[in-house]
C-alpha cells in the first residue's frame, strides 16, 4: 500500500491514473484505504483489528461512495469494533449466509427496497412515481418472483428486446437505466453482489427529439382533444397555451393560480418543476378559459386537472396519446412535442430567444 503522508483529496483520487493495481491508505482515518484496480475503478476498505490479527472489509466503490461518506463509514465501522467489540466481516459472513439459507431476495423485494430506501428519499414525487410505475408495468411481471441474485445479463437483455417490441427502443433503453439503478443500490447496501446490466450498453440509438408540429396539425388535433375526458382534454390544451412541461401541467394546483393588476399567474412551487426553481407563468385568456371550464368539475379537489374517478390528479397521458395518433393519421408525436411546438411558434412571430427560454423554465434560463 502506498503510505499517505497526509489525508487523501478527491483531487488525488480522481487523478491517480490506471494500468496497475495499488492502494493509498487515508491519512485522516486510520485503517482506511482505497483500492485501485487496473480498470481504474477504485474501492474502499478497511483494516482493523489488533495488529496480530487484522481483517480488512471492502464497503463501497468510489465515486458512488464519496471520500466523506467514505471516513464516516468507516469511524462508524472503527466505532463498532472499539465500543462493542463487534466484528463487521463477521457479521457480513453471518448476514450473506442467513440470506442464503433463507434463499436469495426476489427482484420484487428488491424493487420495493430501492424505492422505499433510496428513491423516495432522494427523488421529487412524480420522477419516483414514474420509477415504481415502470417497475410495476416493464419488470415485475416478468422478474417479480425471481431471486435478484439468479439474473443475468442475458435475462436483462430479452427482457429490454421485449420492451422494445411492445412500447419502443426509447421505453427499453429507460428501463434498462432503471434496473441498473435498483441493483447498483443493491450493491451499495450489500443486497446482490453484482449488477447484471453492467456492461451491457443501451440497445437502441435515440434520435434527438425534434418534432414541431404545424398549423395544420394543430388544427386537426384541437377539436379531437374533445373526444377525450374533460381533465385529459384540458392537460392537452394547457400544454400548448402554456408551452410547460406535461409533468408539471399535469401537477397544476387551484391554490397556485393567482390574479393579480395584470392579469392571471401560475406559481410552480420549486419542489413540482424540474429544474427545482419556483416559475411563475402568464395565463393567456385561453388558458384560463381552458382551466374555467374545469372547475365546476374539479374545484372540489386540490387539482385542477383531476381524475373523476378518485380526485387525484393525473400522472400519465401516454394511453391519450396513442388514441389521438389513431383518430388524427398523423406522425408520431408526444405530449412534450406540443411544449415544443408553442415555443417554436412563439419565435416565429418575433418573441426573444431569452424570453422564450425564461418562459419554458429551462435551467440556463436567467
Known amino acids: 500500500m502506498r503510505r499517505a503522508t497526509a489525508s487523501l483529496s478527491d483531487l488525488q483520487i480522481r487523478t491517480e491514473s490506471k494500468g496497475t493495481r495499488f492502494e493509498l491508505a487515508d491519512g485522516e482515518v486510520p485503517g482506511l484505504g482505497l483500492r485501485v484496480l487496473p480498470s481504474g475503478r477504485k474501492f474502499w476498505f478497511l483494516r482493523y483489528g489488533p495488529s496480530g490479527g487484522r481483517r480488512r472489509i471492502t464497503f463501497g466503490e468510489y465515486p458512488a461512495l464519496s471520500l466523506k461518506k467514505a471516513r464516516d463509514k468507516a469511524r462508524e465501522l472503527l466505532g463498532g469494533v472499539k465500543v462493542h467489540d463487534r466484528d463487521p466481516m463477521a457479521e457480513r459472513k453471518a448476514e450473506r449466509a442467513a440470506r442464503k439459507k433463507a434463499g436469495s431476495e426476489t427482484f420484487e423485494a428488491l424493487s420495493a427496497f430501492y424505492l422505499e430506501e433510496h428513491a423516495k428519499r432522494n427523488k421529487r414525487l412524480r420522477p419516483w412515481k414514474e420509477d415504481e410505475r415502470k417497475l410495476r408495468v416493464e419488470v415485475l411481471p416478468v422478474w417479480g418472483s425471481r431471486p435478484a441474485a439468479q439474473i443475468r445479463r442475458t435475462d436483462v437483455r430479452e427482457l429490454l428486446e421485449r420492451i422494445a417490441a411492445e412500447r419502443g427502443g426509447v421505453c427499453a433503453n429507460r428501463t434498462r437505466t432503471l434496473i441498473s439503478r435498483v441493483f447498483s443500490f443493491g450493491m451499495e447496501k450489500e443486497r446482490v453482489e453484482s449488477n447484471p446490466v453492467h456492461g451491457l450498453k443501451r440497445l437502441y440509438a435515440e434520435k434527438p427529439r425534434e418534432r414541431v408540429l404545424s398549423e395544420d396539425e394543430i388544427l ?66 385561453q388558458a384560463l378559459a381552458v382551466v374555467e371550464a374545469l372547475r365546476p368539475l374539479t374545484g372540489t379537489t386540490e387539482w385542477v386537472l383531476a381524475s373523476r374517478a378518485d380526485g387525484k390528479r393525473l400522472t400519465w397521458l401516454s394511453h391519450s396519446s396513442a388514441r389521438l395518433r389513431e383518430w388524427s393519421g398523423l406522425d408520431h408525436f408526444t405530449p ?31
Open 220 to 285: 386537426a388535433l384541437w377539436p379531437l382533444f374533445d373526444r377525450l375526458q374533460p381533465a385529459v382534454s384540458a392537460a392537452w390544451r394547457l400544454v400548448l397555451l402554456t408551452a410547460q412541461r406535461p409533468g408539471e401541467v399535469l401537477a397544476m394546483r387551484w391554490r397556485d393560480l393567482e390574479r393579480d393588476s395584470r392579469g392571471w399567474w401560475w406559481n410552480l412551487p420549486a419542489e413540482l418543476t424540474k429544474t427545482n426553481r419556483a416559475h411563475r407563468v402568464p395565463l393567456s385568456p
Open 336 to 366: 412534450h412535442d406540443l411544449r415544443r411546438t408553442a415555443a417554436t411558434w412563439l419565435g416565429r412571430h418575433g418573441v426573444r430567444p431569452d424570453t422564450i427560454d425564461q418562459l419554458l423554465n429551462h435551467a440556463t434560463g436567467k
